[in-house]
């Protein structure tokens, strides 16, 4: 019998090409949609789904949101200050 192991063992569980948690999060988000389609005629949530999904797809361990929350992060949440002295003492 073979078995295949993952090149990472500490790496999160994948399906295709997102993590089993954005997985759980865009099946949950598509039951919404459809049900806010049929009762309101919204497509909001449903293009909010779909960005979620296209955004959390997965290559190499990082995906668009990863980079885009890294970016959030760097340029606004955690700014970095630099202080600048004279060596001329």
Do not use: C, H
């Not at 089993?20 to 806010?36: E, N, P, Q, T, W």
């Not at 005629?41 to 979620?52: E, F, K, R, S």
């Amino acid at each position: 019998m073979e078995y295949l192991y993952p090149d990472n063992l500490k790496s999160k569980a994948t399906l295709w090409l997102w993590e089993l948690r954005d997985i759980g999060i865009i099946s949950i988000g598509l039951l919404i949609s459809v049900f806010a389609l049929s009762q309101t005629g919204l497509l909001l949530p449903i293009v909010i789904t779909a960005v979620y999904a296209f955004l959390s797809i997965r290559f190499e361990d990082v995906s668009i949101l990863d980079f885009i929350k890294y970016a959030v992060a760097f340029f606004f949440l955690k700014p970095q200050q630099y202080e600048w002295r004279s060596t001329d003492e």
